[in-house]
């Protein structure tokens, strides 16, 4: 499965011209050149990545960061002409990732949405937040192995490590919760 990567910039040939670098590394590309039409696919939330330029005709670009960071946390980087440290700033604060200034070479730009999404996918915080996770789950993706024996006492050795290094404890936990019986919680 490609991973689905937005663009919104007013001019066209700037996106258009980094759909066909985009598609060219497998991605699917979903492009428009205002914020209201992007509007329907933003809220659908199936995005792993978004490109925005931050002179946008009917919406500033930082408050469409903002509203994408309300409720999503895939990378967005910046695409803009504005040069000035402020605006570099001033994007970084409002939750983009990364910033980019036009003019820009498109193969460097591709390049740094591998990075970013390198880093979002395999370095994101835990999906199963909140939830809690067997024993044996984490004995499969931790270890990938088929066979775990419920006498090993492997997971809980590693989970009282870990609670040492965070200075955490089983009696009063702040971050590893166990729920005995069936796993752990963070």
């Known amino acids: ?10 001019e066209q040939d700037i996106a258009d011209l980094l759909e066909v670098y985009l598609k060219n590394e497998n991605y699917t590309v979903y492009k ?9 696919c933003i809220k659908n ?7 925005l330029d931050i002179m946008l005709p009917d919406m500033n670009g930082f408050s469409l960061c903002q509203l994408i960071r309300e409720k999503c946390t ?11 440290e402020t605006d570099k ?3 970084l604060t409002l939750g983009a990732d990364d910033y980019v200034t036009k003019p820009f070479r498109p193969l460097e730009v591709v390049a740094r949405v591998k990075a970013q999404l390198r880093r ?3 370095y994101s915080p ?8 067997s024993i044996e789950d984490l004995f499969h993706v931790v270890w990938k192995d088929e066979y775990y024996s419920k006498n090993s006492s492997t997971i809980t050795v590693h989970i009282r490590h870990l609670r040492e290094k965070l200075k955490d404890t089983s009696d009063n936990p702040q971050y590893i919760k166990t729920i005995w ?3 752990y919680k963070i």
């Open 1 to 10: 499965m490609s991973e689905k990567i937005l663009i919104i910039d007013d």
């Open 32 to 40: 428009f050149y205002c914020a209201t039409d992007a509007m329907p």
């Open 45 to 51: 939330g199936d995005i792993d990545l978004a490109i």
């Open 74 to 84: 895939y990378p967005i980087i910046m695409l803009t002409a504005k040069i000035e």
């Open 89 to 91: 700033i001033t994007g």
């Open 120 to 122: 979002y996918k395999k």
């Open 126 to 133: 835990a999906t199963n937040a909140g939830n809690v996770v």
């Open 181 to 183: 019986g069936v796993g």
